[in-house]
C-alpha cells in the first residue's frame, strides 16, 4: 500500500468527530492490525503523508509519534518509519504453559531439545530446589517458537522425586509445564523478572545479536508444598513483554 491507497482511504472514512491526527493514526492501525502492512514494512514519509492527505506536518507527526509511542511504528532519523516488529505478551502472576499462550493467540508452537539428562546438583541449584547437595536432579533445555522465531529459552531443573519419568517424556510434542502439572499438580509459583544480556551459546540459540537485551524469569513452583522444579526463561526483549493485571485493595 502507498500513499495513493491511503489517501483513498482516508477520504472514504469522511471528517467524522475526531481531530485529524486521531483519524490518521486509526487508519494506519488498521491496516497494521489487518496485516495489510506487515512488521518491517516501510510506511510512505511524512512529506510523502502530507501531500497525499493534504493535512499539516504537525498532524501527520503527531499520529506517527503517538504510534510510535504505542509501539506500533519505530522511526528511524533519516530513514523512515516501519511497522514495529509484533512483541507478544505474557501474564506476569500467572504460570502459564508457553504452549497454550501461543495457542491463545492464534499462532503455532514449535518447540527444540536441546538437552535432556540426570546431573547432580551443584550448590546453587540444591538450593533452589530445597535438596542437598550432589542429589541427582533432572535438566532439561528447550528453545520454545512461535511461528518459526524463537521467543524462549527454558533452562530447567527437576527434582526427581515429583517426576520419575521426566527424561522419558517427548518435549517436541508436549511441554515439561504441561508434564510437571498432571504429576505433581501445582500449588504455587514463585517469578523474579529482570534485565539481563545473553551469553554467546544463548544469542545462538535464540537467534540474536549479543547486545540484545533479554528478559529473564527465574520461575520456582511448588507441588503440596514441596518445591519441584526451578526454571530459567530466557526470552528476547525485542519479542516479548510481560503484563499483569491487579486489583486495588483497601485497608
Request: net charge negative; proline share 6%.
Amino acid at each position: 500500500m502507498d500513499e495513493v491507497d491511503i489517501a483513498s482511504l482516508y477520504r472514504a472514512r469522511g471528517p467524522g468527530a475526531a481531530p485529524a491526527y486521531q483519524r490518521v493514526k486509526d487508519l494506519i492501525t488498521e491496516q497494521i492490525v489487518s496485516g495489510r502492512w506487515r512488521e518491517g514494512e516501510l510506511l510512505p514519509s511524512e512529506n510523502q503523508l502530507v501531500g497525499a492527505l493534504g493535512l499539516s506536518r504537525m498532524t501527520i507527526n503527531r499520529a506517527l509519534r503517538e504510534l510510535s509511542a504505542d509501539g506500533l511504528v519505530v522511526r528511524l532519523t533519516g530513514v523512515g518509519t516501519f511497522v514495529a516488529e509484533r512483541k507478544v505478551s505474557s501474564a506476569l502472576v500467572e504460570v502459564r504453559n508457553i504452549a497454550d499462550e501461543i495457542g491463545d493467540r492464534g499462532h503455532r508452537h514449535r518447540a527444540e531439545v536441546v538437552s535432556l539428562e540426570q546431573r547432580p546438583a551443584d550448590s546453587v541449584i540444591a538450593q533452589d530446589l530445597g535438596i542437598a547437595e550432589g542429589s541427582p536432579v533432572f535438566h532439561s533445555k528447550l528453545v520454545h517458537f512461535e511461528d518459526g522465531l524463537p521467543i524462549q529459552l527454558e533452562d530447567r531443573f527437576v527434582n526427581p522425586e515429583f517426576a520419575p519419568r521426566y527424561l522419558e517424556q517427548d518435549f517436541t510434542t508436549t511441554t515439561p509445564n504441561t508434564y510437571l502439572v498432571s504429576v505433581a499438580p501445582l500449588g504455587r509459583g514463585e517469578h523474579v523478572v529482570e534485565a539481563v544480556l545473553p551469553t554467546p551459546d544463548e544469542c545462538a540459540l535464540l537467534g540474536l545479536a549479543e547486545s540484545e537485551p533479554c528478559l529473564l524469569i527465574r520461575r520456582r513452583t511448588w507441588s503440596e508444598d514441596r518445591l519441584v522444579s526451578s526454571a530459567r526463561l530466557l526470552h528476547p526483549g525485542s519479542r516479548y513483554r510481560l503484563a499483569g493485571t491487579f486489583d486495588a485493595q483497601t485497608s
